[in-house]
């Protein structure tokens, strides 16, 4: 069974700092995706990783995957109070087609 | 282009009643997903379509059927409500080339069961 999980659950940074978040998945997968969720609101594709060693970087968010290690990090540069939302880290489950199991997220607060 | 549409936006329920859950997408993909999002637990996988014609159970299937009336529209039904069903329900769909593009979410179903 696949099992995904996130640390922290919860993070409070100041504005401006640096932090990773963490993905850890139990299972052999090289697909792993990062979702970006605003409260009351649907998820929000942030990156997708295909293969081992891959690296993709948007703004002030970068992530990583090792699939040997089975971990993925969320690296967050500079914190603006705009990336305050919850974030999820999703692997997928099978060999053909996509299936996604997610782990229970990471609620980002940053302030001033 | 819509993108993925579920209908309808709230719902609520008493104990044992029966509904179906719509989602519709138009961007001519493959395979359609059926989550429930549950505060603390992040979304969890209750069914989903590869393609047309055919469905899985995922991780929390029980209470729940499913039907993929055609490359469109993926349906969630409850036969009867139970207090446990109480969440969020968000469809998703994918181009369902493995690895080539990633799930698009619906906007969402919040059901409450009394």
């Known amino acids: 069974e696949l099992k995904v999980e996130q640390n922290p659950l919860f993070l409070s940074m100041q504005e401006g700092k640096n932090y990773t978040i963490y993905c850890n998945y139990s299972t052999t997968s090289d697909r792993l995706y990062w979702y970006r969720q605003d409260p009351g609101k649907s998820l929000e594709s942030l990156f997708v990783?295909?293969?081992?060693?891959a690296v993709k970087q948007e703004g002030r968010l970068m992530a990583s995957l090792d699939t040997k290690a089975r971990l993925s990090t969320l690296h967050i540069t500079a914190a603006v109070h705009d990336l305050s939302a919850t974030y999820f880290c999703?692997?997928?489950?099978?060999?053909?087609?996509?299936?996604?199991?997610f782990g229970k997220g990471t609620t980002l607060s940053v302030s001033s | 282009n819509a993108g993925v549409t579920q209908t309808p936006k709230f719902q609520v329920l008493k104990t044992g009643q029966s509904m179906t859950l719509q989602c519709a997408q138009d961007?001519?993909?493959?395979?359609m997903y059926w989550y429930r999002q549950d505060p603390g637990m992040g979304l969890r996988l209750i069914y989903y379509?590869?393609?047309?014609?055919?469905?899985d159970k995922g991780e929390v299937p029980n209470g729940y059927n499913v039907s993929r009336l055609n490359k469109r529209e993926f349906s969630l039904r409850l036969e009867s409500a139970a207090p446990s069903q109480t969440s969020v329900y968000f469809c998703a769909s994918i181009i369902g080339q493995a690895g080539k593009d990633t799930q698009y979410f619906g906007p969402g179903t919040r059901l409450t069961v009394l």
């Open positions: 961007m001519n993909h493959n395979s």
């Open positions: 990783l295909l293969s081992n060693g």
């Open positions: 379509s590869a393609s047309e014609g055919t469905t």
């Open positions: 999703a692997v997928d489950m099978v060999k053909a087609g996509t299936a996604l199991i």
